[in-house]
């Protein structure tokens, strides 16, 4: 920012400015007292984890409400990731991903002497572009692992279509995807494994925890073995498993939810319905397309910031919306890709790196008041006025 604009903003602020902190998302919290009553139970019942009362219907209350066949609850996304690598037997080799995504995706691929081999995403949905996935196959590679970025399903019939064709397994990172709908079915039901997570930013959450989904029993079985030490019995130890147990604490909080978790897509619906009302027409930003066929469940709302256009860079736009005490996220900046350990050259995936350097995900979340969307993409198309004025 030069120093004229920045006092022009500082300026817009000191009228607009929020006098608490905007984040861009807020844990979706049930009444306290639901979640205190379902520990009530445990607590008579002393039992605090390893396949608890709360931990069975949970995972029951989700296998119906996702509509999937195999559901394990995890202790977080990333651990859950990891055991899908492990049941499926995947170490030593190459596997392709795309660096636009969080760095957990990336990182557990080490922790199985994998290697990542970035495919570049499309422009429009963020997502691996499966017409660069083949030129990328090579006698190292292991599997596919494709991120539905912002909960917009991948190409997943193409993805499909490539792995049955060269006989690999793809693992969907859904951990932005729960409860997301493609023609009418759960987006979960692709792939050998998908991951959710339920992390405190993501739309159902129990604090920490995730899952793994799979159709197939043998690999639900595997993935329930090796959350668990693998042990199979007193004395036996079947495989050499890990602890992702999810406990009693998060699985109350995730049941908890669930009574609420309709309520809170209406509002998300809501929001990010201002949102696209007020800033579709804004010169420079590109909004995400909710394909028809997709349900959605307005996990994020990203804005594309085309510098030239709207005016001011993408970081300029973040630092600016600060001094509004609007707090936004650059995900994914930076790209996986730039990780010192899997360091590839710039220029190597060039939707990947414009995605990283011009997208914007603004605040949405269940308690966020409608008037402060309003109020927010108002100051967005003011920011932009007065950059291009
Ligand atoms: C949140 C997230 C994860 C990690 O999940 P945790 O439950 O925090 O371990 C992995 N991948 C993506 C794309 C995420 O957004």
Known sequence: ?????????????????????????????????????????????????????????????????????????????????????????????????????????????HWHRLRPVFCDIQPDTYNLDPAGIEALIGPDTKAILPVHVYGTPCDVNAINDIADKHGLPVIYDAAHAFGVRLRGESVLGHGNLSMLSF????????????????????????????????????????????????NEMQAALGLAQLAGLDANTDKRRCLDGIYRRLLKEEPGLVLLDLPSDVEPNYAYFPVRVREDAFGMSRNTLYNALKAFNIQCRKYF?????????????????????????????????????????????????????????
């Open 1 to 109: 920012m030069d120093t004229a604009f920045e006092q022009q903003v500082r300026n817009m602020a000191a009228a607009m400015r929020f006098p608490e902190p905007v984040y861009v998302t807020r844990p979706n919290l049930p009444p306290l007292d639901t979640v205190t009553g379902m520990l009530a139970a445990a607590w008579e019942r002393q039992w605090l984890t390893n396949d608890g009362a709360l931990h069975r219907q949970l995972e029951d209350e989700l296998v119906r409400l996702l509509e999937v066949p195999h559901l394990s609850l995890f202790c977080n996304g990333t651990i859950a990731l990891l055991t899908a690598l492990e049941a499926l037997s995947l170490e030593d080799g190459e596997v392709i991903t795309t660096a636009f995504t969080f760095p957990a995706t990336v990182n557990v691929l």
């Open 199 to 246: 992390h405190a930013t993501k739309v159902f959450t129990t604090a920490e925890g995730g899952a793994l989904v799979t159709q197939d029993p043998e690999l639900h079985r595997r993935t329930c073995l090796l959350k668990n030490f693998g042990i199979t019995g007193e004395e036996s130890v079947e495989a050499p498993g890990l602890n992702g147990k999810m």
């Open 333 to 389: 900046h930076p790209l996986c890709s730039t990780n010192p350990w899997c360091r590839l050259e710039t220029g190597a995936l060039p939707h990947s790196e414009a995605a990283a350097s011009e997208v914007l995900c603004l605040p949405i979340y269940g308690t966020l008041p409608e008037s402060w969307a309003e109020t927010i993409g108002t100051i967005i198309r003011s920011l932009g006025a007065l950059a291009r004025a």
